[in-house]
């Protein structure tokens, strides 16, 4: 039975890998911060057929241990601090796990056992003021906040490790990706929730940033499938996944309200608090090195995802409300 570690097995990304890693038949082990409020969500449904392991991406001996005990075949680096605008409140915080922590983790196997297969989660996030439109593998990076930047240097020594001790390490550059299970903070399910919430007469006004940003968005549960497919290559490389298509922040709120009958324009504010310092304006990716060698594609469309979405937060509050009926 291979066997796998993950990183960040709580997050959205996490818990839909662990989903697929144990329908390809894995045995997987999941790191978890020490913390009193360990949020498990995501993970409910799965949490008796994976084993949850303590340790941290700021503490080498940590992550040492568990490989020497549980000696995976593939590492998965899905942990970070991963939200644009915290990472300007908590830059060395950021800089610690979402940069550091990669060497950490690499480095670890490069002394237990460099046979391991590495995955490393990178971010459109790196393009930031795009040099080139769309962004491929080959695009020069010129990232645009604390995070951007700390991605930078977690796809270098990614790189880094492969070219100095022949590691089997990738980096996958994957563009935005989004679920129900996306954090309520990021802009995708904060308008599904906010749609759900004015629909069900639970709020009136919806308080935004810049809606003119444009993005990549895909369906997380496609993205996890083509982190596999990147291990289960002979040769390590590097890959973008990504539709292809382009969104405005405003297309976003339009096709979330529209498909709940109402017009965005009589909800949706802006406020300068959730404008960022610095922005990345655009971001389409050029998915076709990851069609050509691993058959990737993806399965959802935009309104397709969006849609879900709104379904998913509707249903989850009608529940909510019945049950504090
Ligand atoms: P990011 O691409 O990793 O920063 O993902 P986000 O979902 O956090 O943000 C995507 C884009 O939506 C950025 O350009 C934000 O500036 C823009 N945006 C506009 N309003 C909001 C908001 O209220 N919250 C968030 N998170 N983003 C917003």
């Not at 066997?3 to 709580?10: E, S, V």
């Not at 997050?11 to 329908?23: H, K, M, P, R, T």
């Not at 950490?104 to 237990?112: G, K, M, P, Q, V």
């Not at 382009?246 to 498909?259: D, I, M, P, Q, Y």
Request: net charge negative; aromatic share 10%; with cysteine.
């Amino acid at each position: 039975m291979p066997k796998a570690f993950i990183t960040g097995i709580t997050g959205q990304d996490g818990s839909y890998l662990a989903e697929f890693l144990l329908d390809q038949g894995y045995e997987i082990i999941g790191l978890v911060r020490r913390s009193s409020t360990v949020n498990f969500e995501r993970i409910g449904a799965i949490q008796d057929r994976i084993t949850l392991v303590s340790g941290d991406l700021l503490d080498q001996t940590s992550l040492t241990q568990i490989l020497e005990q549980y000696r995976p075949d593939e590492v998965y680096n899905l942990a970070a601090q991963s939200f644009v605008p915290t990472s300007w409140q908590q830059p060395v915080f950021t800089g610690e796990v979402t940069a550091l922590g990669v060497t950490r983790l690499l480095d670890s196997i490069r002394t237990i056992d460099s046979g391991i297969r590495f995955y490393q989660a990178s971010s459109s996030e790196m393009f930031g003021k795009v040099r080139e439109v769309p962004q491929k593998e080959t695009t020069p990076f010129y990232p645009r906040s604390p995070y951007g930047v700390a991605k930078v240097y977690g796809h270098w020594i990614t790189v880094n490790y492969r070219e100095s001790y022949g590691l089997h390490a990738t980096s996958g550059i994957l563009f935005n990706h989004e679920s129900p299970r996306r954090g309520l903070e990021f802009v995708t399910r904060k308008v599904t929730d906010g749609v759900a919430r004015i629909k069900l007469g639970l709020q009136d006004r919806l308080v935004m940033g810049n809606l003119d940003s444009r993005r990549d968005w895909g369906y997380a549960k496609d993205y996890v499938r083509a982190m596999w497919m990147m291990l289960q290559q002979d040769e390590a490389s590097d890959y973008v996944i990504a539709t292809g298509e382009t969104h405005s922040v405003e297309e976003l709120c339009r096709v979330a309200f529209e498909h709940a009958d109402l017009d965005w324009k009589a909800h949706v504010v802006q406020d300068q608090r959730f404008m960022r310092p610095a922005e990345v304006d655009l971001l389409v990716g050029d998915a076709s090195k990851a069609g050509q060698i691993l058959g990737w594609e993806p399965k959802y469309t935009f309104q397709q995802l969006i849609e879900m979405m709104v379904d998913a937060d509707m249903k989850r509050l009608q529940k909510e409300i019945k049950n504090n009926e």
